[in-house]
């Protein structure tokens, strides 16, 4: 197995979907939506195997202070080989000195972005209106 990791915004919906499926996130029942999110991230990182995505993470930022990471995605399959950490890493190369760097982790992901150096946000509590299932 050998992953390359890029940017990159020439996704298509066929790519993209099964990840989201495989990893049941509610976002794949809006497509459209999704590969347009993801296609105007500020930052859009892609795992790949060959030419199978295997993994992504996207930032929204405002390019100076801060930096929101939405999702960040790798098939099951593949979850535990040090992808997610690759794409953590390349999106930190362009926001590692901003202000503030933010995202929601659910209970299966918290101490991967405690490895990661993130931490719980001092007394904040998370907070949205959401239109999607458990993610």
Not at 47 to 63: E, P, R
């Amino acid at each position: 197995m050998t992953i390359t990791i890029s940017e990159n915004n020439q996704l298509t919906l066929n790519q993209v979907i099964p990840l989201y499926v495989a990893n049941a996130w509610s976002a794949a029942h809006k497509p459209e939506q999704l590969l347009a999110a993801l296609l105007h991230s500020h930052k859009l990182i892609t795992a790949w195997d060959g030419d199978k995505l295997v993994g992504l993470g996207n930032a929204i930022s405002d390019g100076h202070l801060v930096v929101y990471y939405p999702h960040l995605l790798v098939l099951p399959s593949y979850q535990g080989k040090g992808i997610g950490k690759l794409i953590m890493d390349r999106l930190q190369e362009t926001y590692q000195n901003f202000h503030m760097q933010m995202l929601t982790a659910d209970a299966d992901a918290i101490e991967f972005y405690l490895k990661m150096g993130f931490e719980k946000a001092g007394q904040t509590q998370p907070m949205w209106i959401y239109a999607g299932g458990e993610h």
